[in-house]
Structures are given as structure tokens and as C-alpha cells.
Nanobody, 114 residues
Framework: QVQLVESGGGLVQAGGSLRLSCAAS????????MGWYRQAPGKQRELVTT???????KFAGSVKGRFTLSRDNANNTVYLQMNSLKPEDTAVYYC????????WGQGTQVTVSS
């Protein structure tokens, strides 16, 4: 089992920044992929960004150039730095990991006001 604990959500004005953190614990050996998804009200959950164990990073087109993903292997934590936030970035952000199966965090709310 892998446990994922997110932190860092909140309310910010458009153009502002937030940083989300996701700490993995439990059976974390050989986690293949970690990253973030988000789900806005009335919409399906969508990929934001992921990083593989080999370091390959993928971003959704809507956040490319504004969001960055980094990883602290020593602390089994990934960070999502979100800059130039827009109202359309408002969503619940979920940490994601894959190790033989998908694991999800509890979600953290990000609200961007116009």
C-alpha cells in the first residue's frame, strides 16, 4: 500500500502562485509514476503533470509553461509549483502514484479568484 498526503492548496487571486506538496509513504519502493490530476466542478478528472521513475515529465497543454514539477527522492515528495494562476485552474487537485496499481491522495482545493 502507498499513502499519499497532499498539502498547500488554498485561495489565490488570478496571476498568483501556489505550491502543492505530496508526500508518499508506505510501500513506496519502485513507484513508477507520481504526479497530479485535477477535477473541476462538473468536469472529469484530468491530468495536470506526471513524472516517471526515470525522470520523464509530462504536462497538460493548459498548464505548460506555468506549472513546474519537482521531486525530492530523499523525502519521497513531489512538489507542484503553480504560477500565473487563472480562474480556470480552480479545481480539487489530487496527488497520484502508480506502483502496480493507481493510488490517490485525498485531494486539496485550489481556488483562483478573478
Amino acid at each position: 500500500q502507498v499513502q499519499l498526503v497532499e498539502s498547500g492548496g488554498g485561495l489565490v487571486q488570478a496571476g498568483g502562485s501556489l505550491r502543492l506538496s505530496c508526500a508518499a509513504s508506505g510501500s513506496i519502493g519502485s513507484i513508477n509514476v507520481m504526479g497530479w490530476y485535477r477535477q473541476a466542478p462538473g468536469k472529469q478528472r484530468e491530468l495536470v503533470t506526471t513524472i516517471t521513475s526515470g525522470g520523464a515529465i509530462k504536462f497538460a497543454g493548459s498548464v505548460k509553461g506555468r506549472f513546474t514539477l519537482s521531486r525530492d527522492n530523499a523525502n519521497n515528495t513531489v512538489y507542484l509549483q503553480m504560477n500565473s494562476l487563472k480562474p480556470e485552474d480552480t479545481a480539487v487537485y489530487y496527488c497520484y502514484a502508480n506502483r502496480n496499481r493507481d493510488y490517490w491522495g485525498q485531494g486539496t482545493q485550489v481556488t483562483v479568484s478573478s
